[in-house]
């Protein structure tokens, strides 16, 4: 018992990270944490990737430039648009984002506007 409560401590720790980096963005977001740290299991190796949603121009390397991000961290930069486009595909990124995503800013109301895409 003693190791799961260290991972969800852990867990914990990265999304108050998470959250604290986001919150500090000067810019209407929805950022939602995908991948191992949203699906608790994670290992030393893993990165914390997240979807951040936002009123973005540019390509997506121009917006990856555009955003300073801690390290560790990977940023997935997509406009409310290309992410719908994604969940209608049934694109696994948005699929997996809608599923089991960690909400941690909504500025753009992407859960309650999304709530209607039957999922998986």
């Given at each position: 018992?003693?190791?799961?409560?260290?991972?969800?401590?852990?867990r914990e720790?990265?999304?108050?990270?998470?959250?604290?980096?986001?919150?500090?963005?000067?810019?209407?977001?929805t950022a939602?944490?995908?991948?191992?740290?949203?699906?608790?299991?994670?290992?030393?190796?893993?990165?914390?990737?997240?979807?951040?949603?936002?009123?973005?121009?540019?390509?997506?390397?121009?917006?990856?430039?555009?955003?300073?991000?801690?390290?560790?961290?990977?940023?997935?930069?997509?406009?409310?648009?290309?992410?719908?486009?994604?969940?209608?595909?049934?694109?696994?990124?948005?699929?997996?984002?809608?599923?089991?995503?960690?909400?941690?800013?909504?500025?753009?109301?992407?859960?309650e506007r999304?709530?209607?895409?039957?999922?998986?």
């Amino acid at each position: 018992m003693e190791i799961l409560e260290e991972r969800r401590k852990l867990r914990e720790e990265t999304i108050r990270r998470a959250k604290d980096w986001v919150d500090s963005l000067k810019f209407r977001v929805t950022a939602i944490l995908i991948g191992s740290y949203a699906r608790g299991d994670f290992n030393l190796w893993s990165d914390i990737d997240i979807l951040l949603i936002a009123e973005l121009t540019g390509n997506p390397v121009e917006r990856l430039k555009a955003i300073d991000y801690p390290p560790g961290f990977e940023v997935i930069p997509l406009t409310f648009e290309e992410f719908v486009r994604l969940a209608l595909r049934r694109d696994p990124l948005a699929i997996e984002a809608l599923d089991i995503g960690v909400y941690l800013r909504d500025d753009l109301n992407v859960k309650e506007r999304l709530k209607y895409m039957n999922r998986s």
